[in-house]
């Protein structure tokens, strides 16, 4: 499948090893299945940068989806960002909350190769934390998957995930303002979602008294 990525440089060969292990996911090559953002990735830097498809040959790889908007998905989603992306002030302050859905959603990401799910960079990170402390529910969060606010990314974990990927062809891309208004714009998204929750909707609160 075609699959695209923005950045400052011209990669041709991804190299396995390489990146932030802080992201959503952990350690891995973050693609997105539209090329418009792509280049809005790639628009961001100072100097411009390129807009890269990729060609991913994912038939005999171990793929795990959670780009649906079932509860138990959404559950595993927060759980990996938290192991992901939560510093030690943030882990401290929700500890309990954290321990309890690590204890029931944690994943071992090992064994796969691919992760396919929704993003979380920047904007999108705040739908989790805030259902996190409790100011969101999943129902809202549910609803912004199932309408595409968040957007969906693949990830290329392994060894062998890496050995699948050709480079297709790049697009330059000239830095310009429209990442920084795609952040506005997503604000806007998660305010008016936030303004449709209701204290009826199930919170974090809720589903870690379930089994207690």
Do not use: C
Not at 169 to 188: G, K, N, P, Q, W
């Amino acid at each position: 499948m075609k699959l695209f990525f923005g950045s400052n440089q011209l990669i041709r060969v991804p190299t396995f090893g390489k990146g932030n292990p802080a992201n959503d996911y952990g350690l891995g090559l973050y693609l997105t299945p539209e090329m418009d953002m792509a280049r809005l990735w790639a628009s961001k830097f100072p100097s411009g940068g390129f807009a890269i498809t990729y060609d991913v040959d994912l038939s005999s790889l171990r793929v795990l989806n959670l780009a649906n908007s079932g509860e138990e998905a959404i559950l595993r989603w927060i759980t990996l960002l938290v192991e992901h992306r939560f510093d030690r002030l943030q882990r401290a302050r929700y500890q309990e909350r954290v321990e309890e859905l690590i204890r029931r959603y944690g994943m071992d990401l090992s064994q796969y190769d691919v992760i396919i799910g929704y993003r979380a960079d920047d904007s999108y990170f705040r739908y989790a934390t805030d259902f996190l402390a409790n100011t969101l529910s999943i129902d809202v969060l549910a609803e912004a998957m199932k309408l595409g606010k968040l957007g969906t990314q693949v990830v290329l974990k392994s060894k062998e995930a890496f050995q699948k990927v050709s480079f297709v062809s790049a697009e330059e891309v000239s830095h310009d303002s429209r990442y920084e208004r795609f952040r506005s714009f997503t604000l806007d998204q998660y305010h008016a979602l936030k303004t449709t929750d209701s204290d009826k909707n199930t919170f974090i609160r809720d589903i870690l008294r379930r089994g207690k």
